[in-house]
């Protein structure tokens, strides 16, 4: 029997772990889903009879350890910080690891120690990143072997609510880890524009954002996805004169999430003793200088930020609870860790509601004597109020694909890496479209 140890019973995780005992009974798996919350776990379970709960607290290597001795192999979706620990104790107990999260570059450099004990470390393989760096490869692919050359990249990826659940003003709803929604642009952003490489800094990404329409969405608000200079070699872009990822929202995000940039409370750095009595206006007022002018708290923030007491963004802080006196009633590690709370607290989809996962690539190709061509590929994957959301889907379908390619011997490939591999992607997003998750295609001439 092969066990497969799956690190995280959260928001992405209830698809991913019905795809793997749907198939257990047939392959001899035993899948056990490892968390420090054994209830969330054992309700992913569902007392499947090749199901196993077990308790783990990732922060502990003998824990972690433990853990992953026995398994063949390991699906981690546990937040970034915990990556670093996962991958080492898979060489050191010889198990295969994927990965829905980004991986870093000292990873990446374990690639040879992997290789020679003949495991696979596959990173970035959940929907963004990873359905749209396959797609994005298979894509690219096409174009040149058709004698195309691609002078822009623009790719995009958004999980939000669908148009006709949204119920706040930020038009937001938390449909996976909310840590990563806190810290999202924290590192802030590279990308080439018109052959020029853009810096932003973490206060900047989410004030250059640009509108993106998305045929049966409508408008969006895109800004800059952390470092797109990292994929140039990878998907072989170097001469292109723009090269964009890019992350969607709804109007009415951005602009809200800038000014609690601004004011620098996305912070895991800042460690503010006695948190649990105090509120997230004293938290407010612990970022305003002195001697900004104002009566209320609001009109302060509103004249730092160098904004009308009456704009929507002071009125979008309001709604989400920034000004409330109440304390917190908890001891959260950091402001960013309080701010987690809040939003998984404000912002989940209404009752009955449904997520949208969206997946969109621009291309602008060159083809010798036949002009310039656009290209516009997209896919959209609703979720059912009444069954898996579609970022759980999105998220969880490549990962337990690769999973069983893997156990079933059809992944031959040692090492770490992307799924920009052909290995990877090409059976992979085979099985996404028999499973109803296809690229639409259009272009423009």
Not at 6 to 24: E, N, W
Not at 46 to 67: F, K, M, N, W, Y
Not at 153 to 179: H, K, Q
Not at 180 to 209: Q, Y
Request: net charge negative; proline share 6%; hydrophobic share 40%.
């Amino acid at each position: 029997m092969k066990t497969i140890l799956v690190l995280g019973a959260g928001h992405s995780s209830p698809y991913l772990i019905r795809y793997l005992l749907d198939r257990a009974e047939e392959r001899d798996w035993r899948v056990v889903v490892g968390d420090r919350d054994v209830e969330q776990a054992g309700a992913r379970v569902a007392s499947h009879p090749r199901g196993e709960v077990r308790q783990i607290d990732a922060t502990s290597l003998e824990e972690l350890g433990r853990a992953i001795s026995p398994a063949e192999v390991v699906v981690n979706l546990m937040p970034p910080s915990m990556q670093r620990s996962i991958v080492h104790e898979c060489l050191r107990a010889q198990t295969h690891m994927l990965s829905v999260s980004y991986a870093t570059p000292d990873l990446l450099r374990l690639t040879d120690e992997a290789s020679e004990l003949g495991l696979l470390m596959l990173f970035e393989l959940g929907a963004d990143p990873g359905i749209d760096h396959m797609a994005t490869m298979s894509l690219l692919d096409r174009v040149r072997s058709e004698g195309g050359r691609v002078v822009g990249f623009e790719s995009y990826g958004g999980g939000l609510p669908a148009p006709d659940s949204i119920d706040n003003p930020l038009g937001y709803a938390v449909t996976w880890n909310p840590r990563g929604v806190v810290m999202a642009g924290s590192e802030g952003a590279l990308f080439v524009k018109d052959g020029r490489i853009r810096a932003l800094t973490p206060a900047r990404v989410f004030e250059e954002t640009w509108p993106v329409r998305i045929e049966g969405i409508g408008d969006l608000v895109a800004y800059a996805n952390r470092d797109s200079l990292s994929y140039l070699q990878a998907f072989g872009l170097e001469e292109a004169r723009t090269v964009v990822r890019g992350t969607l929202r709804h109007p009415g995000w951005c602009s809200t999430w800038l000014q609690i940039a601004r004011l620098g409370m996305n912070s895991e750095s800042l460690k503010i003793s006695r948190m649990a009595g105090r509120s997230f206006a004293d938290l407010v007022e612990m970022f305003l200088p002195a001697e900004v002018n104002g009566e209320s708290l609001e009109e302060r923030t509103a004249s730092f930020l160098e904004l009308a007491p009456d704009d929507h963004a002071i009125a979008n802080l309001r709604w989400l609870g920034l000004f409330s006196r109440a304390p917190l009633g908890f001891e959260p590690p950091s402001v960013a860790h309080a701010l987690t709370h809040l939003l998984s607290k404000k912002l989940p989809l209404p009752d009955g509601g449904r997520d949208v996962v969206i997946l969109h690539h621009e291309l602008e190709v060159e083809r010798p004597g036949r002009g310039e061509e656009r290209i516009r590929s997209t896919v959209i994957e609703y979720g059912d109020p009444q069954g898996s959301s579609a970022m759980a889907r999105a998220v969880g379908l490549p990962t337990g694909i690769a999973a069983r390619l893997l156990l079933d011997g059809e992944l031959e490939l040692a090492g770490c890496h992307l799924p920009t591999e052909r290995a990877v992607y090409r059976p992979v997003l085979e099985e996404l479209a028999r499973e109803g998750l296809e690229f639409r295609e259009e272009r423009i001439r």
